[in-house]
C-alpha cells in the first residue's frame, strides 16, 4: 500500500482561529496527514498527530491519535447520472492545515462536495466552516439530531481569554453560510462513484447524539466513527494483530462507552447484522482480522457493566466539550470502582427516560457549562425534575466548565442545598478545559463516590442480616486462598514532569516473581486503585519491597485514605529510581520495572513488569509477609 504524506508547516497560524475556534494548545507542527488508498475510488485520509490532541481522560494512555476520514470519489450512477465526490467523517479543526492540503490535492475547488458527518462538536464544526469556504457547492449530510447540532453550533464562537494587548472593539472575522443539510431520518442507502454502494445510519448515544456510521458494501468496510476506536498514532491503514491494540480499544471503551453501556450494546447489536468484512473506526488503526472478537468484547465489557447492584446517574449538558470531559472521568472513576454508571445527555432526554434514570439511581451526578452567565435550558429543566423526583437520602455531586463566572455550577448547587440534598464532595468547577493532574483527581472522585456508595450498601446488607459476605469468608475454599502468602510491598508511580507530573501508590502483597530471563514480576491492582491509570504497558514503576518489622511505619501512611488529588509522598523523604521513580529509603529493596502486558482477572488487574534496576537497601534484614485469614478481602 502506498502513501502519500501533507505535513503541517510551522507558519502561518492554522486557519481554525480564524473560524472562531481557539487553535490547539501543542504546536501545530506535529501534526500530519497521509493519504491511504484503500480500494479503486475510495481513499483513507489520516490525520496524525504523536501528542495528546487534549487533556481529556480518553487520551490518557498518551500514545498519540489519528483521525480517519474517507473520500469516495466522483462518478456516474449506472444510467449516466454525475456523482459528486463524497467525504466521510472528516475530522475536527486540529487537523485543519495539512488536512485541506490534502483533500485540495484530492477535490478540486468547483466540486459539489458532499460530507457525512458523523459526529458534531464545536471543534469539528470549526473545520466545516473551512471547507465551505473552500468548497462553496459543499452539501453536509447528517442525521436529523446532528442537523439540529449543525444549526446550533454553526454561528457559535467558542469563548478563549482575551489575548494580551488585542483591542476589545476588534470584530471576528465573517462565518461562512451554513451549507445545505441532507438530513438522514433512519437509515438508508446512497449510490456512490465507483460501484460503491453508502448505507448510512443513525446510531445516537448520549455522549454522540448526532451519530451516524457508514457502511460500504462492496467492500465491506464499516466506518464507524466514535464505536470501535483507539487513540494511537501510526501508518499502518490496519492493526498488525488484536493483542497489538487490545489494551488501547478497552482504555478507550471504559473511558467514553462504559457510561452508556446499554446504548452502545443496541448500536453492536445492528451493526453485527452487517456483511462487515473490516472495521476503520475515526480513531486508530482498522480491525481487519478479528472484528468479530472486538464485538464480542463490546458485549463482555457491557456486561460488566450492568451486573453491578449499584447505578450512579449522571446527567449532563456541554457547550464546547469542556463538561463532557469532566463527566468522562468522574464515570471512568466511578466504574472502576465497580458501579455502573447510567449517562444522559440533558439536551436529548426523553423526559421520561429522565424521571427513570433519577428515580433508579443510587447517586445523582449533574454537570452544566455557563452560558452568557447562565445554565443551559436542558439543564434547568433537568434540575426541577431532580428537585420533584430526586430521593434526599441519596448522595449528589454538582460540577461543570465555565469561562469567568460559572454562575450555573452556583444554581445547581444552591438548588440542590436548599432542596435537602446531601453532597457526596463539593462541588467541581474547571475554568476552560481540565488539565492532566485535574483529571486524574477527577477519576479519583469518582473512585471516591463508588467506594461511599458500596459501602453504603454493606452496612445495609448487615443491618437486614442478608450476610453474604460472611457466609464467604466462612466458605473453606476461600479460608484456604487467604493461606496464600505474599510479600507485603509498596508501589509507587511517578509519571510526567513539572506541574503536569502525576504520582500514586499503593500497598500491595499479591506479588510473585514471574520470569528468570528477562528477570520480571506480577503485581495483581485492584480496579478502583488510584495508581491503575498510572500502570498501563509501557509506563515504568519502583516496587517497595518492605522489611519484617519495619512495615508498620509504610502501611500506616499507604493504608490512610486520601481526598482525591492528595499528594500521596506528602512529608516522606524519598530518593528515586534512575528513571526518576519513588524509593522509600526504609524499605528492604527496592525494583525499577516496565509494565510489559496487563491480564484482566475478575474485580483485579494481572500487570507482568520487567525489571530494569533495583538494589538492597538492607541487606540483613527479611520480607515482610501479608499472612490473611480469608481469601475474600485483603
Not at 464507524?224 to 478497552?250: I, M, Q, V, Y
Not at 482504555?251 to 451493526?271: G, I, K, S
Not at 449528589?396 to 444552591?414: C, R
Amino acid at each position: 500500500m502506498t502513501t502519500s504524506s501533507f505535513a503541517s508547516p510551522s507558519p502561518p497560524p492554522p486557519p481554525a482561529a480564524a473560524s472562531g475556534i481557539p487553535a490547539p494548545t501543542s504546536s501545530n507542527a506535529d501534526r500530519s496527514v497521509i493519504v491511504l488508498p484503500i480500494d479503486p475510488g475510495l481513499t483513507c485520509l489520516r490525520g496524525l498527530s504523536p501528542r495528546r490532541l487534549r487533556f481529556e481522560v480518553e487520551y490518557g494512555l498518551e500514545r498519540g491519535t489519528s483521525a480517519n476520514s474517507f473520500l469516495f470519489d466522483a462518478g456516474c450512477t449506472s444510467n449516466g447520472q454525475p456523482l459528486p465526490p463524497v467525504l466521510v467523517h472528516p475530522p475536527g479543526a486540529s487537523f485543519a492545515t495539512p488536512y485541506l492540503e490534502a483533500l485540495s490535492a484530492l477535490v478540486p475547488a468547483d466540486a459539489a462536495l458532499k460530507v457525512v458527518v458523523g459526529h458534531v462538536n464545536p471543534n469539528r464544526v470549526a473545520l466545516l466552516r473551512q471547507l465551505a469556504e473552500r468548497w462553496p457547492g459543499l452539501m453536509l449530510v447528517a442525521s436529523n439530531t446532528g442537523a439540529l447540532l449543525l444549526h446550533e453550533l454553526w454561528s457559535q464562537r467558542q469563548p478563549v481569554p482575551a489575548a494580551s494587548g488585542s483591542s476589545p472593539e476588534a470584530q471576528p472575522p465573517l462565518l461562512p453560510p451554513l451549507p445545505p443539510i441532507d438530513v438522514v431520518k433512519q437509515e438508508l442507502s446512497r449510490e456512490l462513484g465507483g460501484g460503491h454502494r453508502l448505507t448510512l445510519i443513525p446510531v445516537p448515544t448520549p455522549r454522540w447524539p448526532g451519530g451516524l456510521v457508514a457502511f460500504e458494501e462492496r467492500t465491506g468496510l464499516l466506518m464507524s466513527g466514535k464505536f470501535f476506536a483507539a487513540h494511537l498514532c501510526g501508518e499502518s491503514f490496519a492493526e498488525a494483530n488484536p493483542s497489538s491494540t487490545e489494551e488501547d480499544r478497552r482504555y478507550y471503551y471504559d473511558c467514553l462507552m462504559a457510561p452508556m453501556a446499554r446504548q452502545v450494546e443496541a448500536v453492536v447489536d445492528r451493526l453485527d447484522q452487517l456483511p462487515i468484512r473490516t472495521i476503520a473506526p475515526g480513531h486508530g488503526p482498522a480491525i481487519a482480522t478479528s472484528w468479530r472478537s472486538l464485538l464480542a468484547d463490546y458485549r463482555r465489557w457491557g456486561e460488566s457493566q450492568g451486573r453491578s447492584g449499584l447505578t450512579v446517574t449522571l446527567l449532563y449538558a456541554s457547550a464546547y466539550g469542556n463538561t463532557a470531559a469532566i463527566a468522562d472521568a468522574l464515570a471512568q472513576g466511578v466504574a472502576r470502582s465497580g458501579v455502573r454508571v447510567e449517562s444522559l445527555n440533558c439536551e436529548f432526554a426523553p423526559s421520561e427516560q429522565l424521571v427513570g434514570a433519577i428515580r433508579s439511581g443510587d447517586a445523582l451526578l449533574i454537570g452544566s457549562p455557563t452560558l452568557g452567565g447562565h445554565a443551559p435550558t436542558p439543564i434547568v429543566s433537568a434540575l426541577g425534575t431532580v428537585l420533584a423526583e430526586g430521593d434526599r437520602d441519596k448522595p449528589v455531586g454538582v460540577f461543570g466548565s465555565f469561562g469567568w463566572s460559572g454562575e450555573a455550577i452556583d444554581l445547581l448547587e444552591t438548588k440542590l442545598r436548599d432542596g435537602g440534598f446531601r453532597f457526596a464532595f463539593e462541588p467541581i468547577r474547571v475554568k476552560f478545559s481540565p488539565d492532566a493532574a485535574t483529571l486524574h483527581t477527577l477519576e479519583e472522585t469518582g473512585i471516591g463516590l463508588g467506594r461511599q456508595l458500596q459501602a453504603e450498601q454493606r452496612r445495609s446488607q448487615r443491618r437486614s442480616g442478608s450476610g453474604g459476605l460472611e457466609e464467604s469468608r466462612s466458605n473453606p475454599a476461600v479460608q484456604a486462598l487467604g493461606r496464600l502468602v505474599g510479600s507485603l510491598c509498596v508501589v509507587t508511580a511517578r509519571k510526567g514532569e513539572g506541574d503536569a507530573a502525576l504520582g500514586g501508590a499503593m500497598l500491595a502483597s499479591w506479588v510473585s516473581q514471574a520470569s528468570f530471563s528477562p528477570p520480571g514480576f506480577t503485581v495483581a491492582v485492584a480496579r478502583d486503585r488510584a495508581v491503575e491509570s498510572l500502570l498501563h504497558v509501557g509506563d515504568c514503576f519502583a516496587l517497595n519491597v518492605l522489611a519484617a518489622g519495619r512495615e508498620t511505619g509504610p502501611m500506616r501512611q499507604f493504608l490512610q485514605p486520601f481526598p482525591p488529588g492528595a499528594d500521596r509522598f506528602a512529608g516522606l523523604e524519598l530518593e528515586t529510581s534512575p528513571a526518576g521513580q519513588p524509593i522509600l529509603p526504609e524499605a528492604l529493596a527496592w525494583l525499577e520495572a516496565q509494565v510489559v502486558s496487563r491480564m484482566e482477572c475478575g474485580d483485579h488487574w494481572l500487570l507482568y513488569a520487567q525489571v530494569g534496576h533495583g538494589g538492597l537497601l538492607d541487606s540483613a534484614g527479611s520480607t515482610a509477609v501479608h499472612q490473611r485469614r480469608s481469601g475474600a478481602n485483603y
